[in-house]
């Protein structure tokens, strides 16, 4: 019997869209018990980073987008071009001010699912949602720039 690893890595991908599991992630701040997370607004590095943990893909948890990616580059993810299954997307910070689903000035991390979809954490329900990998397309541009993609070796079959 074998571990199928890429395809319980994207069958957990895929799943995630709803759940509310990653809402919330504590932290013990000066004595005081603190969500990191505000109820899943903050939640978008969270999502993945649980998954790439999981999953043995990264060194440990985070919750934010830097750390995570930091920790993508010394874990033996190596930046790709094109969008390929199951790769991790980082997105530049938002311009528009007035999109409920992000925290303005942040940068934004998921998953890319295939078919020009990703799969990410979004504010609006504070939970991880299907989306167009650029989160559409206004006056020709993509709504949200893609920053970086990341690829790891051991999810290849």
Known sequence: MSFLLFDTYLAVIKGAPGSKMFRHAYLLIQGKKSDATQNGNLSCAFFPAFVLRYFDLIKKPHLTVSGLVEDLESSGWKKITRPKLGCIIVWSAMDDKHDKNFSF????????AGEGKAVSNLSSSGMPGKHHWTFGIKNGKPVRKIQAMYWHEGLNR
């Not at 000035?105 to 890319?112: C, K, N, S, T, V």
Request: no cysteine; charged share 10%; hydrophobic share 25%.
């Open 105 to 112: 000035g942040h940068r934004h991390i998921g998953f890319y």
